[in-house]
């Protein structure tokens, strides 16, 4: 009985105990870091002198801390600054606030009072103004409380007094940066501080520092008001006057933040009236600034000329009287208000005296007049630019020991801000014309590439004279192929005068030619514009530039001379606007034509010759010119297309021959219209993939044995391995592309990886590996329907639409089952249609140097290197930094690749690069000489494709499957034959 009685307590202790631990809730661990303001507390309490503690300082500063430990950190901080006495020490303290506020995730609203308390009991100036540094980091990160901006606001006016200087400028800086916009800096009358008392304004309280006796202080007090016009407070027009006077301080830094505040407010109250000093006169104020600015860029700081420069050209709404008188030396009538007849008449009349013509000046004024007062527009603004054309001046050992700089910095910020008011003012480019041509013979190469870029810009306004073009001419001379080649561009939109004028540019670019051979196609390209603007000027010069002869035959010129297609190119471009050019052509001028016009149909434009249409086989897409035949090539383009999508599946009769048909026609499409050239060549790429995986779905052979197609499987393997590298050429070659068209572009590729995973299930022996290809591709898959939800509407009756449908069935089969599967659904297909967007454009490269032409090999010694000078354009490239890369294949197989450096792109126009580097080339001894190949890559890696914002997705992706890397040949190659030479013995 006691045993029974023993053993049912038991059983209800045991369930008691249970559901004791059933209700309890489970212990959470809580990992927790050390403590930062612990750590620092015992560091700081063991510093036995102030070098200890300020090491101990110096080494918590470099460690990271967490938003939670900041607050119990900067309390330590304040409990040993006020036991500190080495200012060294709490200097570092005081830095140290302003550090720790800006912790991410930390608010330092909880640290405000105490960092202001600080301020009270220091009496050392450095400390004081870090400790004013650190509550402005501090009003900085709290952008959503006015009570505390307006804090640390009283804080930074009662502090204004302090005899430093250092004080008082971080106390400017505070209001600049923290003033309040929209209302005075007191609240009421009863409230603490001197900045109660009479109820000003910020900008009251900062411009009174304007005339402190430190020039860093004004300076500040400068930057300080920029500030505030930067955050949307407009600056009063009174503050004008006192910006002017600082014009003229002693120190540069004044000098140079006086011009950004009278620029400022030229810009704020352009239309304002000012009155000139001791003179009854009155000026538009942006006329006043424009002057005094003007003056400055004979300053002798070499940084407030190059300023005054560059503000000079934002001005645009200055006069143009004004404008015009910065390009002239001579001042204007010693700077006196000239009187017009009328009034002068009047004068004499009241007077009653005339001129007796016996005294020499008898009828000068009889008042005295001080022209330093009266001037109506400073002396400066006379001949200001040609000052800074001309700046010869190093700059000066001011202030702070500002190292000198060159003289090209002022002329070239004079050359930019001549070039930005002379496209808003035709009349003043025509005045700048000659002296930014007078640049071009400036010694340091910058300014001189830098003035040929300005006149290009301006070039719509300007004619140039026959002078003028000689000095642009003499630049061809250059060495330096970059001033050359922008010379070429800047003549391809220049007009010109006079026929001699063409004659003179022909002369010498054919003289440019003779001494680079390596400009050939910019020479070529420059005079076919040059043609084309100057029609009526070629018009008379023809006999002359042909070597025609209106009774006697002439010879025939050898078509291999660069020259004479050079002046073919003029001539022939000439012509597409002068209908009566052609009858001054001879027989075998016509023969030349239909020559370069197949050769270089990039130079040489369509003409109508009447009668010699079905001579030279002129169709009638090459006689179109203008909007009309590119209109009819679109629409042809677009008729291609849609004969395509009559196509229902990859296996109806006769799409093969419809399609290789459509190719043939967009690739000649492509030929005849550059224009269309990429989208042209787009579809047909697109379309040929399609035509090879019909041909690969060929019925007659998924219905044989698998041992009797080993052949015709190779070709197959072939073909889908061949759909997908053009399926990466369609997606990295191109720009412009859409998201559909990449899309679009992803499903041939998944098609190619299909019939892959079908070619290897029935010639691989292996489950492990057909397995593991299976789940590749259903990732595959499923990656496609994430990047491309959005366009799977568009994709109906598509492969993977079917796959999709399938998707849940092929999870759970049998890997022989999901091979099966595939090849029903990948032969049951449709062809999908490709709908093209607004412009697509194709990367190409063209490689200019080498030529490839020469028999003469390049010789050096075996085992050392040779340096091969590469030179080529590239057109419509993405990135071409990173992503172009240049190969060169020797006769034995080798193959090197090469990443040119960043510095060797160029980039002369929109979507348009020149690449100019070097190659450096090295092998053992050859017996003769042989060629090797040089070509250019375009690299790409599918995990940083920029058309599409789906690179969050790609990240998900493993970086071995997600990723791949790759090159596309996009450049012709080039041979050049080398011969490394045994070394001697």
């Given amino acids: 009985m006691a045993a029974h009685l023993k053993k049912r307590v038991y059983e209800e202790f045991s369930k008691v105990v249970q559901v004791t631990h059933e209700e309890a809730p489970a212990k959470k661990l809580r990992l927790s870091k050390p403590s930062k303001s612990a750590a620092l507390h015992v560091d700081l309490c063991k510093a036995s002198s102030s070098t200890d503690a300020l090491q101990y300082l110096l080494t918590f500063s470099r460690k990271p801390v967490e938003a939670e430990s900041v607050e119990g950190v900067v309390r330590i901080l304040l409990e040993h600054y006020y036991k500190e006495t080495d200012s060294s020490v709490r200097l570092k303290i005081a830095s140290l606030l302003g550090l720790l506020s800006k912790t991410p995730g930390f608010s330092p609203d909880c640290i405000v009072d105490d960092a202001i308390n600080t301020l009270s009991s220091e009496k050392s100036h450095q400390v004081l103004a870090q400790l004013l540094d650190s509550l402005l980091v501090i009003g900085s990160q709290l952008p959503e409380s006015p009570a505390v901006r307006l804090r640390l606001i009283e804080v930074a006016y009662k502090n204004l007094s302090d005899s430093s200087f250092g004080v008082r400028t971080k106390c400017l800086q505070l209001l600049g940066c923290l003033g309040l916009l929209e209302a005075p800096l007191g609240k009421d009358s009863d409230g603490p501080g001197p900045s109660l008392a009479a109820m000003r304004d910020v900008q009251s ?103 005054a420069a560059k503000t000079l050209g934002s001005m645009l709404q200055v006069s143009p009287h004004f404008l015009e008188q910065t390009l002239d030396k001579k001042l204007m009538s010693d700077l006196r208000r000239k009187r017009t007849a009328h009034e002068r008449a009047k004068e004499l009349f009241a007077s009653g005296e005339f001129s007796s013509g016996r005294k020499w000046a008898d009828d000068a004024p009889k008042e005295k007049l001080d022209t330093n007062t009266v001037n109506l527009i400073a002396s400066g603004a006379c001949g200001a630019f040609v000052h800074g054309l001309e700046d010869e001046m190093f700059g000066s050992l001011q202030g702070d020991l500002i190292p000198c700089s060159p003289p090209s910095e002022v002329r070239n910020a004079a050359v930019e801000a001549l070039c930005q008011l002379a496209r808003s003012s035709p009349s003043f480019a025509e005045k700048c014309l000659d002296f930014l041509v007078d640049m071009f013979n400036d010694e340091i190469e910058e300014v001189r590439l830098q003035s040929i870029h300005v006149l290009r810009q301006i070039s719509t306004h300007i004619t140039l004279r026959e002078d003028q073009l000689d000095t642009v001419l003499a630049v061809l001379e250059d060495s330096s192929r970059d001033i050359r080649e922008a010379l070429h561009e800047l003549l391809c939109f220049t007009n010109v005068s006079t026929k001699e004028c063409i004659q003179l540019a022909l002369l010498e670019l054919l003289k440019n030619l003779n001494k680079y051979p390596t400009d050939r196609s910019s020479v070529w390209k420059c005079l076919k514009f040059l043609g084309s603007r100057h029609p009526t000027l070629v018009l008379p010069l023809v006999p002359e530039l042909l070597s025609t002869h209106p009774y006697f035959d002439t010879p025939e010129p050898d078509m ?95 799409a093969p021959e419809l399609l290789d048909l459509t190719i043939r026609d967009l690739q000649r499409l492509g030929e005849l219209q550059t224009e269309l050239a990429g989208a042209a060549d787009f579809c047909a790429t697109f379309l040929r993939c399609q035509l090879l995986l019909m041909k690969a779905l060929q019925e007659k052979l998924w219905n044989i044995s698998v041992p009797l197609i ?64 299976c789940e590749k591709f259903l990732q595959d898959v499923e990656s496609f329907q994430r990047l491309f939800l959005t366009e799977l509407p568009h994709l109906q009756d598509s492969f993977v639409e079917k796959l999709l449908e399938l998707l849940p069935r092929l999870s759970s089969c049998k890997p022989v089952e999901q091979v099966k599967i595939l090849q029903t659904t990948l032969r049951q297909s449709g062809l999908l249609q490709l709908r093209l967007p607004e412009q697509i454009h194709r990367a190409t490269a063209t490689i200019i140097e080498p030529t490839g032409e020469s028999d003469n090999p390049l010789r050096f010694t075996s085992g050392l290197v040779v340096a091969l000078d590469i030179d080529a354009t590239l057109e419509h490239v993405q990135d071409p930094q990173n992503s172009v890369k240049v190969q060169v294949l020797y006769p034995d197989g080798q193959s090197h690749v090469i990443h040119p450096k960043p510095a060797d792109f160029r980039k002369p126009g929109p979507n348009r690069h020149r690449l100019i580097t070097q190659v450096y080339l090295s092998h ?37 499957e997600g990723t791949v890397e790759g090159t596309i040949p996009f450049s012709k190659h080039v041979k050049v034959f080398i011969m490394p030479k045994p070394a001697r013995r």
């Fill in 205 to 307: 309280i900062i411009s009174d520092y304007f005339g402190d006796q430190d020039p860093r202080v004004r300076t500040a007090a400068l930057k300080a008001m920029l500030q505030l016009h930067e955050r949307g407070m407009k600056i009063h027009q009174i503050i004008y006057d006192q910006a002017c006077r600082l014009l003229s301080d002693d120190y540069e830094q004044v000098r140079s933040a006086a011009v950004q505040m009278v620029w400022v407010l030229s810009q704020l109250y352009p239309e304002s009236i000012v009155p000139i000093p001791s003179s009854n006169e009155e000026i538009r104020l942006v006329d006043d600034a424009f002057g005094k600015i003007s003056h400055m860029v004979s300053d002798g700081s070499w940084m407030v000329r190059v300023q």
């Fill in 560 to 654: 291999d001379d660069p020259a004479y297609i050079a002046v073919l190119v003029l001539v022939f471009n000439a012509a597409t606007s002068c209908p009566t050019m052609p009858a001054l052509f001879s027989d075998h001028t016509f023969r030349h034509y239909a020559y370069l016009r197949d050769s270089l149909s990039h130079l040489v434009p369509p003409l109508r010759l009447p009668g010699r249409k079905q001579v030279y086989g002129l169709d009638s897409v090459d006689c179109g010119s203008g909007s009309g035949s590119v209109e009819s090539a679109q629409l042809f383009l677009q008729q291609s297309l849609n004969r395509v999508s009559t196509i229902q599946n990859l296996e109806a009769a006769g």
């Fill in 710 to 773: 080993l052949k015709q499987n190779i070709t197959v393997t072939a073909a889908a391995q061949q759909v997908l590298d053009e399926s990466y050429k369609l997606e990295f070659l191109y720009s412009g592309l859409e998201n559909r068209q990449v899309a679009t572009i992803h499903h041939v590729r998944l098609q190619a990886k299909a019939l892959q995973l079908i070619l290897a299930a029935r010639t691989r022996h292996g489950l492990d590996s057909l397995i593991s290809s």
């Fill in 924 to 960: 053992t001894a050859w017996t003769e000489p042989s060629q090797i190949e040089v070509r250019l890559l375009l690299a790409y890696s599918s995990s940083c494709s920029s058309r599409l914002g789906w690179t969050d997705a790609m990240d998900s992706l493993h970086p071995a």
